[in-house]
């Protein structure tokens, strides 16, 4: 098992950034792929991005493209997220996880040991 502790959000204006942080411990964590999701009030968990245990292969909704970046620190047991030019509608409680089964990355039936999450907050 992996436990894992979010940390790193805020409330910013639109067009800043933010640079979240993911501590992991458990011997799990080294070979498993972690992912970033979102949730915002009244909608469903969303994947953002994930990463493959050596952080070689990477994947990005949509949405956020261009403007996050997934990375994982493995002697810090440390995956990030930096988001820049953050929109309104990145407002949202972000989450890591580790991904238990395989399937579509951004499934979040596929991962488990959810942290408690860290709020991001972009106004206009």
């Known amino acids: 098992q992996v436990q894992l502790v979010e940390s790193g959000g805020g409330s910013v204006q639109a067009g800043e950034s933010l640079r979240l942080s993911c501590a992991a411990s458990?011997?799990?964590?080294?070979?498993?792929?972690m992912g970033w999701f979102r949730q915002a009030p009244g909608k469903e968990r969303e994947g953002v991005a994930a990463?493959?245990?050596?952080?070689?292969?990477?994947y990005y909704a949509d949405s956020v493209k261009g403007r996050f970046t997934i990375s994982r620190d493995n002697t810090k047991n440390t995956v990030y997220l930096q988001m820049n030019s953050l929109k309104p509608e990145d407002t949202a409680m972000y989450y890591c996880?580790?991904?238990?089964?395989?399937?579509?990355?951004?499934?979040?039936?596929?991962?488990?040991?959810w942290g408690q999450g860290t709020q991001v907050t972009v106004s206009s």
């Open positions: 996880a580790a991904r238990f089964y395989g399937g579509s990355w951004y499934d979040p039936r596929k991962f488990g040991s």
């Open positions: 458990g011997a799990t964590y080294f070979n498993s792929d």
């Open positions: 990463i493959s245990p050596g952080g070689g292969i990477t």
